[in-house]
C-alpha cells in the first residue's frame, strides 16, 4: 500500500517562500506521475503542478506559472512543490497525488482521474 504524507505548510506573509514535500512510502522506483492540487476556501479542487519521472516536463497551472516549481529528491522518495512570491489567493489546502508504473501523458497531466494515491493534505495560509 502506497501512502503519500505532505508537509511544509504553515502561515506565512504575502511575498514569502514556503516548501512543500510529499513523502512516498514505500520507495518506488521506475516510472511514477506526482501532482500537487489544492482546495481554497469555499472553491472546488484545483490542479497545481505534476511531473512524470524519471522522463517529463512538468506542468503547471497559468496561476502559479513562473511561482511554484515541482521536483524529486535524488532518491525518488519525496517530491517537492516549491512556492515562491506567495499570494493571499494562493491560502489552501494543498494534497500530493501519485500514480505509479504507467506514465500519463502530458496533456493529461492535470486530471485528478489519472492518480491512484492521495495525501492527507497541508494548510498553507498567506496572510498579512
Known amino acids: 500500500q502506497v501512502q503519500l504524507v505532505e508537509s511544509g505548510g504553515g502561515l506565512v506573509q504575502p511575498g514569502a517562500s514556503l516548501r512543500l514535500s510529499c513523502a512516498v512510502s514505500?520507495?518506488?522506483?521506475?516510472?511514477?506521475?506526482m501532482a500537487w492540487y489544492r482546495q481554497r476556501p469555499g472553491k472546488e479542487r484545483e490542479f497545481v503542478a505534476a511531473?512524470?519521472?524519471?522522463?517529463?516536463?512538468?506542468a503547471y497551472a497559468d496561476s502559479v506559472k513562473g511561482r511554484f516549481a515541482i521536483s524529486r529528491d535524488s532518491a525518488g522518495s519525496t517530491a517537492f512543490l516549491q512556492m515562491n512570491t506567495l499570494k493571499p489567493e494562493d491560502t489552501a489546502v494543498y494534497y500530493c497525488?501519485?500514480?505509479?508504473?504507467?506514465?500519463?501523458?502530458?496533456?493529461?497531466?492535470?486530471?485528478?482521474?489519472?492518480?491512484?494515491?492521495w495525501g492527507q493534505g497541508t494548510q498553507v495560509t498567506v496572510s498579512s
Open positions: 497525488a501519485a500514480k505509479l508504473g504507467v506514465g500519463i501523458i502530458f496533456s493529461q497531466l492535470a486530471e485528478a482521474r489519472h492518480y491512484d494515491y
Open positions: 514505500p520507495r518506488t522506483f521506475g516510472t511514477i506521475n
Open positions: 511531473r512524470r519521472w524519471p522522463s517529463g516536463s512538468p
